[in-house]
């Protein structure tokens, strides 16, 4: 089962993704972030790179997401790019990533490709409030990705904004499960999503013998 979590820039998806793991074992579930499929920026000097709208579906390398996601799908492994957020380069190295029964997405952009769209059994839309999602985002491209205030604000307003009013927001209308708000542990959309991924993974040990023993586990906990 391939699960999409979609939403605006630091809106929650990553947080909500964290908790169906701890809620259903990450024996059984992947995480993947669609972040890792940027395109590189080689050809482009330094002091340019920072200038590419990165909110734009263009600049992911979607046909090969799209085809690991295929692979994994198969129960084959895949080796995802390591992209550098500083240099916006790719790394020469990869990792190797193997199959699970669950495969969780998160992207801002994963229901804007209609071909990547296609490929989720169930597509979850993060909602958050716009001065939350900004407060968030400063803080995570300081600390994590080694960027400046100004330099978050200026692409904020530029791209990132205007991005999502094109192309984030209107896909809200394609997903099967809204949350609103601050996610909570016990929040009824991530119950609900809880409940159907375990009634998979028991339709999948019946049909698997391999599975039974993760199955027990599962109902264990």
């Not at 809106?11 to 908790?19: L, M, V, Y």
């Not at 669609?34 to 390398?61: I, M, Q």
């Not at 996601?69 to 990533?97: E, G, K």
Request: hydrophobic content about 40%; overall charge negative.
């Amino acid at each position: 089962m391939i699960i999409g979590i979609c939403g605006g820039t630091a809106s929650g998806k990553t947080i909500f993704a964290k908790k169906i793991v701890e809620l259903v074992g990450e024996e059984f579930v992947l995480y993947l972030d669609h972040d890792a499929y940027y395109l590189g920026l080689e050809e482009l000097p330094p002091s340019l790179r920072c200038e590419k709208n990165f909110d734009h579906p263009d600049s992911l390398d979607n046909a090969l997401f799209i085809t690991h996601l295929q692979q994994l799908r198969a129960n084959q492994p895949i080796d995802q790019p390591i992209y550098d957020f500083t240099t916006h380069r790719r790394t020469p190295n990869t990792c190797r990533i193997s199959p699970k029964p669950i495969i969780l997405v998160d992207g801002i952009l994963i229901f804007a490709v209609e071909h990547l769209r296609w490929l989720f059994d169930i597509k979850v839309y993060i909602d958050a409030e716009p001065d939350i999602r900004l407060t968030r985002r400063l803080q995570r491209d300081i600390f994590e990705r080694g960027r400046t205030p100004q330099s978050v604000i200026e692409q904020y307003l530029k791209t990132v904004r205007p991005m999502h009013q094109q192309f984030v927001e209107p896909s809200k209308h394609v997903a099967d499960i809204i949350i609103h708000g601050k996610i909570e542990k016990h929040n009824t959309g991530l119950d609900l999503l809880v409940t159907k991924i375990k009634a998979y993974l028991a339709d999948v040990s019946r049909a698997t013998p391999a599975y039974t023993g993760q199955q027990t586990a599962l109902e264990e906990s």
